[in-house]
């Protein structure tokens, strides 16, 4: 579906010093999505201007506009208008929306910024979105530059459409909630939306918006109709053709927020000017923001320090690969997306409206690894939040809402209450200090436990809900979503949650002695013996392993059936957890490589279902090759990355890492096919059996950068933190000649490089640290030190 013409050069490069990619066209094939955070204040920003703003939750207090699905697309966002005062024509620096375009254009995402560089009409402007550490507001830079040898008079605009916070009851209500709504003008130059409708769930916590300059405003408007006009958009806005703003304020109405300013500058002169949207408690804090806002240095102050946080976070981790694409991921842009994952859960992207997702169980947990080994203190402290969902008997709510004090959803799936011992070890793994297993935290139906506890009490839970085959009962899902078609009379079992449980009870056989408990070991050890025994023999099925016991007691996942006849995660976690005997592990994802994988990436089963097990209520609907059909799901193809590392087969790891680097998918798709961003991970992508193949859905947002973080760095590179120090264990392409590696580790840097001049795939000979030859391959913690050199010869 590649068109000829097109050339991704054309529209994006990477400028991997700046931590950056940066786009020549506006045109992309969809918003490729910035997410610009202090962790309390958000923006989502596109490449070409759209996005919205919102403090902490994007259902109950979402502060701008973005219409999802609409045409025309990416609208609406923070938008400047520059406009030549005499001849009235105006322009946007981020090329959208207005209809005079700039003649010259470029935009670039960085760590937490997004920047525009345009210019018309003898006029060029700089415009920097971020959101800085010291107050919660979107910090819209602008630099002006008069290019032309005549005196410019400028009209400066800064437009945003105010959204009314909840989002649904936005659909719902908006026309008896808008009359609840008020925009102000503030003394000090400044709007002020005030949100105060009746019902809303958190009033006391909900903040007023401000919207100001640091320059005298000419005029303003707080009402979206008074600005924009009738049958008009942001494209052509009445008050910018008709004379500027009008003065408006809304007491009752559709809100906005729109600033202008007058500008005069000399040939060759240069002005700045800020616009600063953001949220504050009270009057009072409005003005203490302000004040703040309109100090000097306070942008570049917040600029450096922004910065400063990614180049620090960045730092922990940092590797030299024979392989360009790979290194720009995992130094870059694959710890963002984990970071932005970590915080905004599956909650708001361009494909997710963020209107009931709010923190997954499973998700956040998975989550969770990719940020442990850059800010370990931060992992802890979500996983205290995820087991305040877990109930006394061990299991969890499946999504909860802590901003928005909704009820949680609590569907009780075979698998989210088991994620958190993972989370759990990694974080003692990372950290050495095993006393964060007596940390107390409370249960969601009362009483409270050790993290030990909790964790123990998520095994038992399974433990007492074994199916009538001996596997766990699937309840209402398992990881895959969809399985609740196949056992909806609850006697459904999954093979997976079996390998799941597995992995889990390796850890917790590890974590019961850190915990002062060392007696539980024997039983951990004998219910992963028994759930091993089962997946190597009901749970095989001649060529792979089954995925499911349906309530009918029939296997899914099985040659017998016409359709989902094999199905990726049973193969891949049959591996992961140790349990498939080694012959069986081998064939099993030989069957994967044979059956499942393409060139865009391996299938999640095969084939696509699309009347199975009845044609009357297939097992999903999604189409064939589509979502949680047949298509590659990301997320799914990192365990088969560790597995074949596992295995120790470098190569085919590699590929199938490569194959979904989303620059290299998108190439070898055709960017058009693609769609989305070649610099973060998707969701999934439409599988052959689909007539888009190659199609990218669910960009940012997916667990995809969590596990891929974790395949790559701990798998192929071979770093992982163990309980007893670092162990290194790379399993590489053998053609590679080597790597290195920088990683904080326990207070200390290890610098390490690895020699592959026997050209294998895995096997250390011989590791030296500072010189000294270790025994084994686990490097213990250097308290003392603060960085070793770390020689390791394959
Ligand atoms: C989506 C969900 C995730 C689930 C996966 C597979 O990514 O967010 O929770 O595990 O689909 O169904």
């Given at each position: 579906m590649r068109y000829e013409h097109e050339t991704p050069e054309d529209y994006y490069s990477f400028r991997d010093e700046a931590k950056e990619v940066e786009f020549k066209r506006h045109d992309m094939p969809t918003p490729w999505m910035n997410y610009l955070s202090n962790g309390t204040f958000h923006t989502m920003l596109s490449h070409a201007g759209g996005g919205v703003a919102f403090y902490k939750s994007p259902q109950i207090w979402r502060i701008t506009r973005y219409r999802f699905f609409h045409l025309p697309t990416d609208r609406s966002g923070p938008y400047i208008y520059v406009q030549?005062?005499?001849?009235?024509s105006y322009w946007c620096p981020t090329y959208e929306p207005a209809l005079n375009k700039p003649q010259a254009w470029t935009s670039a995402h960085g760590m937490g910024y997004t920047r525009f560089e345009a210019c018309s009409e003898g006029v060029s402007a700089k415009t920097l979105y971020f959101v800085g550490p010291f107050e919660n507001s979107l910090i819209w830079n602008l630099t002006l530059t008069n290019n032309s040898s005549v005196v410019k008079t400028l009209n400066v605009y800064a437009y945003a459409e105010f959204g009314m916070m909840e989002f649904m009851r936005e659909l719902q209500w908006q026309c008896y909630n808008k009359h609840q709504v008020s925009v102000m003008y503030h003394g000090q130059e400044a709007l002020v939306y005030k949100?105060?409708?009746?019902?809303?769930?958190?009033p006391e916590e909900t903040p007023l918006v401000y919207f100001m300059a640091d320059r005298p405003l000419h005029s303003y408007d707080g009402d979206r109709d008074a600005f924009?006009?009738?049958?008009?958009?942001e494209s052509n806005p009445a008050a910018i053709e008709q004379g500027g703003c009008t003065g408006s304020t809304l007491l009752g109405g559709d809100p906005c927020g729109a600033l202008q300013v007058k500008l005069t500058l000399q040939p060759g002169e240069t002005r700045t000017v800020n616009f600063f949207l953001g949220t504050a408690m009270s009057e009072a804090e409005i003005e203490a923001a302000m004040a703040c806002s309109r100090e000097k240095d306070f942008v570049a102050r917040s600029f450096q320090a922004l910065s400063g946080s990614w180049d620090g976070y960045l730092e922990a981790w940092n590797c030299e690969l024979p392989d360009p694409d790979a290194q720009r991921m995992i130094n870059i842009w694959n710890p963002y997306q984990a970071q932005r994952n970590f915080l905004?859960?599956?909650?708001?992207?361009f494909y997710a409206t963020g209107t009931f997702r709010g923190v997954g169980y499973r998700d956040t947990a998975q989550d969770a690894l990719a940020v442990v080994p850059f800010d370990a203190e931060a992992a802890k402290d979500k996983v205290r939040l995820l087991l305040g969902q877990q109930y006394r008997d061990g299991h969890v709510n499946h999504y909860f809402f802590p901003h928005e004090g909704w009820e949680p959803v609590t569907s009780i799936h075979s698998d989210d209450h088991l994620w958190t011992a993972l989370s759990v070890w990694d974080i003692l793994a990372e950290t050495g200090d095993a006393s964060f297993l007596q940390d107390r935290i409370p249960f969601y139906d009362g009483g409270e436990a050790t993290v030990y506890e909790h964790l123990k009490r998520a095994i038992d839970f399974t433990a007492s809900r074994l199916g009538p085959n001996g596997f766990p009962l699937m309840l209402r899902s398992d990881w895959n979503d969809q399985l609740f078609r196949v056992c909806r009379q609850g006697k459904g079992e999954s093979i997976w949650t079996a390998m799941q449980l597995g992995m889990v009870l390796l850890r917790m056989q590890e974590l019961a002695p850190l915990a002062g408990h060392p007696e539980d070991t024997a039983g951990y050890t004998a219910m992963y013996e028994e759930q091993q025994r089962l997946v190597n023999s009901l749970g095989w099925d001649g060529k792979w392993f089954r995925r499911a016991v349906m309530d009918d007691g029939r296997f899914l996942g099985t040659a017998e059936h016409e359709e989902a006849q094999i199905w990726l995660n049973a193969q891949t976690w049959a591996t992961l957890s140790g349990m498939a005997e080694p012959s069986k592990a081998l064939q099993a994802m030989d069957s994967v490589r044979d059956i499942l994988d393409t060139e865009l990436g391996i299938k999640k089963l095969h084939p696509s279902i699309t009347v199975f097990p009845d044609p009357a209520d297939p097992l999903t609907n999604y189409n064939k090759g589509t979502g949680e059909n047949g298509a590659v799901f990301c997320h799914a193809n990192t365990w088969a990355i560790i597995a074949e590392c596992m295995l120790g087969r470098g190569d085919l790891a590699y590929k199938y890492y490569r194959q979904l680097l989303p620059n290299v998918a998108m190439e070898q798709a055709g960017l058009s096919r693609y769609k989305a961003e070649p610099y973060v991970y998707a969701s999934n992508l439409f599988g052959p059996e689909s007539d888009k193949f190659g199609l990218a859905n669910v960009s940012w947002l997916t667990g995809t950068a969590a596990w891929m973080y974790v395949a790559v760095t701990q798998y192929i590179l071979g770093i992982k933190p163990v309980l007893e120090g670092l162990s290194i264990d790379p399993c590489i392409p053998a053609e590679w000649p080597g790597f290195s590696v920088t990683r904080r580790f326990r207070g200390c840097r290890y610098e390490i490089k690895v020699n592959n001049s026997s050209r294998s795939s895995k096997g250390v000979q011989e590791i030296r640290v500072d010189g000294q030859k270790l025994e084994g391959n686990v490097i213990p913690a250097y308290?003392?030190?603060?960085s070793v050199q770390v020689e390791v010869i394959m």
């Open positions: 030549d005062a005499e001849s009235g949100y105060g409708v009746e019902n809303q769930p958190k924009i006009g009738s049958y008009r958009s905004f859960s599956r909650n708001i992207s308290a003392g030190k603060v």
